[in-house]
């Protein structure tokens, strides 16, 4: 069975659509961001520990 | 006309890109902003010069063609040179991808090996080829995000299976030393593969050094800006926890997900987070590419529906296999390796052995009923 698919163009605009779904469902449920307590622009100089995740990170590993 | 016609689109182009990243830096702040930045960058890299990491590796064993591997140890080298000292001398602000070698971690970098050939993307290219329209891939970053999230409810278990502490290779032989044993080994590497590589297939093109220059150029601003190096993987595991919590399944009560470090991301904006952040910048870029250069294009290949399933199922294999192995070909092996870390070695050699298996078994389960545009058919892996 065959399937007719649509153009690169539609699926990358339904990709970005996807992901705008996903940001604006995530900022209605998440804690609200206060653009003041934002992070020091970068974290060289910030004098602060790194607390982004990453795939790499072990927390939460027994 | 045709002229008016594309300067205008290319423009509106522009103008998306840049509105996204003003409306982040208004939402969450300069951090969040040049961390798009530097995603869109690796998007437009990427997409731009049809740098990829699976790709390079069939072709590699397929037509014994080395010049992608060689770029990509390129990148890695050049990000070495950097990274090192910058770790050494900032240790409280910056941090590697470092992560334990374990016997689920080896197997499940292997399995990740043989799926990233059948979907022909790994974790960049995933993201880069469905940012750049193709249909393949957006299926497979479903069942990626998926895999990704599901794995996270199982790594406590399966680390428990059997790892070694976490190593790297500061910690055993300073940075200095570890920084030359990496560059080495990278040395290493690459006269492997230019000894196995045909003539006429060892040199990498100016696009692909240009790239390899680029990409570490940016993964070096991602350790800057966000202290630790570039991930594509928790991202993914992190959009599939907040469906999940969005559809009513209580994901902050499991294991994995009620650490403090991750509640805090399950908590938090995904615009808060450095690897969405850097992942919807890499498919912005990518489309981006894709609107600029192509138009409206045709899918590269049509499958038939069975193929479509195993298209989804690994998808879902990738993403649970790269959270269980800590990391695809972006934070386990290129910012592994660039950061020291052992585990970004052992992930190598299992996902390139796991990758010898899925070149040979993609043409049995994945079959195109029709080609619809066989010169587009080399996507970015």
Redesign the interface.
């Known amino acids: ?3 007719k ?8 605009f ?3 659509l996807f ?1 705008a779904a ?2 604006t ?3 209605a ?5 206060d ?1 003041y307590l ?25 | 006309m045709k002229n008016l016609r594309t300067w205008s689109s290319r423009s509106v182009l522009g103008l998306m890109a840049a509105s996204i990243i003003v409306l982040i830096f208004l939402a969450a702040g300069p951090r969040a902003a040049f961390l798009l930045a530097v995603g869109l960058g690796f998007g437009l890299v990427l997409e731009g010069f049809r740098f990829g990491f699976a790709g390079p590796w069939r072709v590699f064993v397929t037509e014994r063609d080395g010049r992608g591997l060689l770029a990509q140890f390129l990148a890695i080298a050049l990000t070495v040179i950097v990274a090192f000292p910058l770790l050494s001398r900032f240790p409280g602000e910056l941090t590697g991808a470092y992560a334990p070698v374990g016997l689920a971690m080896i197997v499940a970098a292997f399995v990740f090996g043989v799926a990233m050939q059948l979907v022909m993307g790994c974790g960049s290219g995933t993201l880069v080829n469905a940012g750049s329209g193709n249909l393949v891939s957006f299926l497979a970053l479903l069942g990626f995000i998926a895999g990704s999230f599901w794995g996270s409810l199982h790594i406590s278990w399966w680390t428990s299976i059997g790892s070694l502490p976490t190593y790297s290779l500061q910690d055993l032989l300073g940075a200095t030393g570890g920084m030359w044993v990496t560059l080495g080994g990278l040395g290493v590497l690459s006269l492997i593969a230019m000894s196995k590589a045909e003539y006429g297939k060892r040199k990498p093109p100016p696009r692909l050094l240009w790239a390899a220059l680029f990409l570490a150029v940016l993964s070096i601003l991602n350790l800057v800006i966000a202290g630790q190096p570039w991930g594509v993987v928790y991202g993914l595991g992190l959009w599939g926890a907040k469906l999940a919590q969005a559809g009513g399944m209580d994901v902050a009560v499991t294991g994995f997900w009620s650490s403090a470090a991750h509640a805090e991301r399950l908590q938090q904006s995904l615009l808060t987070d450095v690897t969405s952040l850097t992942n919807i910048g890499i498919i912005t870029g990518a489309f981006v590419v894709m609107g600029w250069r192509r138009g409206h294009q045709p899918q590269a290949v049509n499958l038939n529906l069975a193929s479509w399933v195993v298209v989804l199922l690994a998808g879902i294999v990738l993403g649970y296999s790269a959270r269980v192995a800590f990391g695809c070909n972006v934070g386990a092996y290129f910012s592994g390796i660039s950061t020291g870390s052992l585990h970004g070695w052992a992930w190598f050699v299992a996902a390139f052995s796991g990758s010898i298996v899925g070149i040979k078994l993609r043409p049995l389960v994945i079959r195109p009923s029709v080609s619809v545009n066989p010169v587009l058919q080399t996507g970015i892996p």
Do not use: E, W
């Open positions: 069975m065959q399937l698919l649509p153009s690169r163009t539609v699926v990358g339904i990709t970005l992901f996903l940001v469902i995530d900022l449920l998440s804690s609200p961001i653009p934002a992070p020091y622009p970068t974290a060289l100089g910030s004098g602060q520990i790194p607390s982004g995740a990453h795939c790499t990170d072990i927390s939460g590993l027994d």
